[in-house]
């Protein structure tokens, strides 16, 4: 342990753009080191110096952390978590409360359900921390978390239930060994239901995991052209990993903002961001290339304007630490001059992202959140920007990667690790009533046509969104808008 420790802190001394962005962060982890060695001066399982490990890198803020141990997972939670306001559903697999009557869940092995929300913190790195998906999944972890309080390790657990009133039950079951998760048809079955409601022109549902699969995949690219000439399109971005850009520039090219005099007022960006690596003897000039970014020399004379007065706007104060500056084109560049007549005006696209969308699906998120067209439902994203750098501890066999690289916007403003917000909040792992929010998807759009038919830009909309949730775990929404001078 103390060997696979002391490649850590080389590594990430040497490789972490977060690191070298903020040295306090590694000032911490390696003070943080030294009581986790007085305490384990023994032989500890693989699984528990993982988690010590990921509590360790947390301290990063890093969204592109990612810790995978070679051991199998330890038990977990043998209920699906909640959050309603400020309680907790205990539902099963099917997403329904194990105790209709007694749908809360207030004690684990006699401990409040706070107390372990309070260390399961511990795990989880800053822009991660409002993430639902991301609070449930280690809250989830129980014999990380028990042996992280100096609790006993036992085969099953012990469940307080409560109505939130006067009544209290508590179950004692077997612990799990897997992650639980309602169906992915239960959460995302929009279409079948929609169906059956006999609703006529339904949206088009589309789930991505693979992002290059919009190039490989012919039926999925004419289902999407044809989606495009339709009034919604919905696709589902949750786990959507690889670093292809036909995707974006798919929507870039269906569904751009109108040609109104609100948006004639913004000015036309040639390049959407500016990104610098981690300055290694390992990381040649190319290293973020795949993600992208090219050198100054490439990009022409107004181009080069752009990534000039942005990098001069930007305050780094360890340029010593990273190399030169990089731009990304804009998915925009390409059809500044093109001619929209062939594009419907009415068509609508809804994004589904979550923490897990990431690199390629961040830029997606990213760039479709300043389309009036485009609503995104779900999480807030990680954040995660960068080309990541990975190595394994020699002893643990545990994987690490986390970020070399930094990226900004064209405002000079960080953009790695802030992440985008939806338009419409909703944990990813909810089952929710598709009718409600479809209307909502709809209600959100006409305000937005609402503000960008204004001739005045000082008049902007506020929407207010109202959740509710009930203990059955169905979950509303509705939205009010006011415009303000």
């Known amino acids: 342990m103390h060997q696979d420790l002391d ?42 110096f993982y988690a010590e490990i990921v509590k360790l890198l947390a301290t990063l803020e890093d969204p592109g952390v990612i810790v995978t141990s070679p051991s199998e997972p330890l038990s977990i939670l043998p209920v699906i978590l909640k959050p309603l306001a400020d309680s907790w559903l205990a539902l099963d697999e099917n997403a329904t409360p194990i105790d209709p009557d007694h749908p809360f869940i207030t004690h684990i092995d006699g401990l409040p359900l706070s107390r372990w929300e309070q260390v399961s913190q511990k795990f989880i790195s800053n822009p991660l921390n409002e993430s639902i998906s991301e609070r449930v999944h280690w809250l989830s972890q ?19 239930l409560s109505n939130n009133q006067d009544s209290n039950i508590q179950l004692i079951l077997p612990v799990a060994k ?99 690596y981690r300055r290694s003897l390992e990381f040649k000039s190319d290293f973020l290339r795949p993600l992208g970014f090219i050198p100054f020399d490439e990009f022409n004379f107004f181009e080069q304007l ?52 990431r690199r390629e699906c961040e830029w997606i998120a990213y760039f ?36 070399a690289s930094l990226t900004y916007n064209m405002q000079g403003k960080l953009l790695s690790s802030v992440g985008t917000q939806p338009d419409i909040p909703l944990p990813i792992t909810e089952v929710i009533n598709w009718q409600g929010l479809l209307s909502l998807i709809e209600s959100e759009q006409q305000d937005r046509d609402t503000v960008y ?22 979950t509303t929404v509705e939205s009010r808008v006011a415009l303000q001078q």
């Open 178 to 276: 897997h992650q639980l998760h309602p169906p992915r048809e239960l959460i995302a079955g929009m279409v079948n239901s929609l169906n059956d409601d006999g609703m006529k022109n339904q949206p088009l549902y589309v789930s991505i995991d693979l992002l290059s699969s919009y190039g490989s995949d012919s039926d999925l690219v004419t289902s999407l052209e044809k989606g495009s000439q339709q009034a919604l399109t919905i696709i589902d971005l949750r786990s959507a990993v690889g670093d292809s850009d036909k995707l974006l520039h798919f929507i870039a090219r269906h569904y751009p903002n109108p040609k109104s005099v609100y948006n004639q007022t913004q000015v036309p960006q040639h390049l959407i961001a500016l990104g610098q």
């Open 306 to 357: 752009e990534f000039s007065q942005t990098s001069q706007t930007i305050d780094l104060n360890k340029a010593d630490k990273f190399g030169l500056w990089y731009g990304r084109r804009s998915p925009l560049a390409k059809n500044l001059n093109r001619d929209e007549s062939g594009t419907p005006i009415s068509n609508r696209l809804g994004l589904i992202i979550g923490p897990e969308c």
């Open 7 to 48: 490649v850590l802190i080389n590594e990430v001394k040497l490789h972490s753009a977060f690191a070298a962005l903020d040295e306090q962060r590694f000032t911490k982890i390696e003070a943080d080191i030294e009581p986790l060695i007085y305490r384990v001066t023994n032989s500890l399982e693989t699984q528990y």
């Open 368 to 403: 479709a959140k300043s389309l009036s067209r485009v609503t995104l439902i779900g999480e807030k994203t990680s954040g995660d920007l960068g080309r990541r750098y990975g190595f394994t501890l020699p002893n643990s066999g545990i994987k690490i990667e986390f970020t």
């Open 142 to 160: 129980l014999d990380i978390l028990r042996h992280d309080m100096g609790l006993p390790l036992k085969a099953q657990v012990t469940l307080s």
């Open 453 to 474: 038919t204004l001739k005045s830009p000082n008049i902007e909309a506020k929407r207010v969104l109202s959740v509710e949730h009930s203990s059955d775990g169905t």
